[in-house]
């Protein structure tokens, strides 16, 4: 295919993914769904958008063909759930759909982009098993997904194609699909350690906004609890950015190399910061406790919340000044 043919293809994919997402948003605004469901089909926009930028531009790279992929299966998957839950017709049809369609767009963006990234070619012939493998579990996986019998999650309407008689093979073959999911994810994300360890230092920058973007997912697992308890709607937001949108934002910039040796700085800012707040925020928690049980004491009545919130939060302001107003780097030469 000739690089004008490619990218005529890629942005003609790409502005199909963007009127299905804008279909999806008019859908959940109707259907009032959270905030989740309209913030999510934004942040898959980036996934259509960046997979047009590079799919166009580097039309030999299978990378920005796997976020065509992954925004398409995304965006179909979020108009069928919303086009169901409004409830029009051939909503048990669209129901059944979302229910499988997910599976390919997971494993393009969590085991085949790891695989092929950041030049679109494998780490060695070695690792095809991986690829084959992961074929196989897509397959598998998405055929699963479609004819188990019973009621389809969070639609409320039973599968149309479920097959009663396979209800014990699936029951067998869904946690050892889901062993089988996080194995493949593992070995991909292998792939990317050994190439990171056998490239120059061009492929590695390109590694590390990747992997950057790729350890917001554990931090933003042990943190989000106390966040959704305090703002839940901020939850909303933080939790489908995330999951839609650093990934490919960061491979975007990786591939089309814009502001490339950037990463170092925006790793070096983010440690620094990000400890500096969690040190903070622990210090502000022990600061509230520490005055409520000193006002306690002293004046014996039970409570005083406010006046040991602001005496914290000016213990905090004193602090935080001078730690801000100083230049602080980590030496990031070990990567």
């Known amino acids: 295919m000739s690089r004008r043919a490619a990218s005529w293809l890629a942005w003609s994919v790409c502005a199909l993914m963007l009127v299905l997402i804008a279909c999806a ?14 913030v999510f089909p934004l942040g898959v926009t980036l996934s259509a958008v960046v997979g047009g930028l590079v799919a166009s531009r580097r039309p030999e790279n299978p990378v920005g063909w796997f976020f065509l992929g992954i925004g398409g299966c995304f965006a179909i998957t979020l108009v069928a759930a919303e086009y169901a839950t409004y409830g029009l017709a051939g909503a048990q049809a669209m129901a059944w759909l979302q229910s499988w369609l997910w599976v390919p767009g997971a494993m393009l963006l969590l085991c085949f982009l790891p695989l092929y990234f950041p030049n679109g070619r494998l780490v060695s012939r070695r690792w095809r098993w991986v690829v084959r493998l992961a074929l196989f579990s897509c397959v598998t996986g998405a055929a699963l997904f479609a004819l188990t019998p019973g009621e389809i999650p969070d639609m409320g309407v039973d599968n149309p194609l479920g ?4 209800r014990p093979v699936s029951d067998l073959l869904e946690p050892v699909h889901l062993a089988l999911y996080f194995f493949l994810w593992f070995a991909s994300a292998a792939s990317l350690v050994v190439r990171f360890r056998r ?12 992997a950057f973007a790729a350890s917001a997912v554990p931090v933003w697992f042990l943190t989000n609890a106390p966040i959704e308890a305090a703002v839940p709607n901020l939850f909303q937001v933080a939790d489908a950015l995330i999951f839609s949108a650093l990934i490919p934002v960061a491979a975007g910039v990786a591939i089309l190399r814009y502001r490339l040796y950037d990463i170092d700085v925006v790793i070096n800012r983010t440690l620094v ?3 500096l707040t969690a040190t903070l925020v622990a210090l502000y928690l ?23 919130i602001v005496v914290s939060t000016l213990i905090i302001a004193a602090v935080f000044t001078p730690l801000t107003a100083a230049p602080v780097s980590i030496d ?3 990567w």
């Open 25 to 38: 948003v008019a859908l959940a605004l109707l259907n009032r769904s959270e905030v989740r469901a309209v």
């Open 199 to 210: 490239s120059g230092s061009l492929e590695r920058q390109q590694i590390k906004w990747l």
């Open 286 to 308: 022990g600061c509230v406790t520490a005055t409520q049980a000193l006002l306690r004491t002293l004046t014996g009545q039970e409570e005083q919340p406010q006046l040991a």
């Open 332 to 334: 990031l030469h070990v």
């Open 163 to 166: 097959i009663e008689a396979l």
């Open 273 to 275: 910061y990000g400890s």
